[in-house]
């Protein structure tokens, strides 16, 4: 490497913004709270991207700099940035080059690369927290918008009896396969959207995506959930919250759940399944 150029963004919304940064070519990324850094190749043209994302993105994000970085050793960059995320002592998420802690109660080993999802941001801080009390010995699971892979590698260590993975992002199926690996647990990671799985049921289903692919996916989504089974969702603003309870509520899903942080919510639900009479 000779050098990059370094994109800095602060942000309210990260996970919408690092999803809509992919029809970019950025190599890396490394996540903060509230902060995103984002590197391009010498050899692109990067006023010209930048001059994209602000015209296209500017509502994603509050500040972004560039600037041109020197060639150095990218790994100890990378390693200085990425901090562990402990989720009490739940949950404790981690690079390898992190010290184990044997105080938490489940560990999980990410490369992030050029996915999302490390567990800094709101949205899947939540979903760790909330899958804390769900029961998943035994169940199958749905992890859509898997991103790293980091939900569907801690439902496999909380006893999921199998979890399938989706993403609609080559690069995050990818991660997520070689996170799984780190952990040595295995599941079905597909390229795609909840077409893939049309016909299927799940036990569980995680869904930390975003308030317009949950009100889209929604009617087709629900097929997939078993009867009474539970999913969770997030990546959505408080002030989105009543739409989408509303249309869970229309589809047969009764609320269960709420938990919030900062601005962003997540969602549990119960799919309903009346007696007939």
Known sequence: MNGYFKFSFTSN???????????????????????????L??????ELIASEIREE??????????????????????EAQFDPVRVGDFCLVRAAFHESDPNVGYEIIIDPKQAFGTGHHETTYMM????????????????????????????????????TAIDIEEPSVENAK??????????EVILGSVDTVRGRHFDIVLANINRNAIMMLMPELVLNIAENGTVLFSGFLESNVQEVTDLSEEHGLGPIS????????????LKIVKDLV
Not at 58 to 68: G, P
Not at 131 to 158: E, H, N, P, R
């Open 13 to 39: 919304h990260m996970e919408l913004l690092l999803g809509l940064l992919s029809q970019f070519n950025f190599e890396a990324y490394a996540e903060g709270p509230g902060t995103l850094e984002a590197w």
């Open 41 to 46: 190749p010498k050899d692109a043209d990067q």
């Open 57 to 78: 993105l500017s509502l994603f994000f509050t500040s972004l700099e560039v600037e041109f970085i020197e060639d150095q050793n990218w790994n100890e960059t990378w």
């Open 128 to 163: 760790i927290e909330e899958m804390a009390a769900v029961d998943f010995k035994g169940k199958t699971v749905l992890d859509l918008g898997c991103g790293t892979g980091i939900l569907s590698i801690l439902a496999l260590k909380l006893g999921a009896e199998n979890v």
């Open 178 to 187: 070689e996170n799984l690996a780190l952990n040595g647990v295995k599941a």
């Open 258 to 269: 709420r938990r919030q942080k900062g601005e962003w919510l997540c969602l549990g639900f």
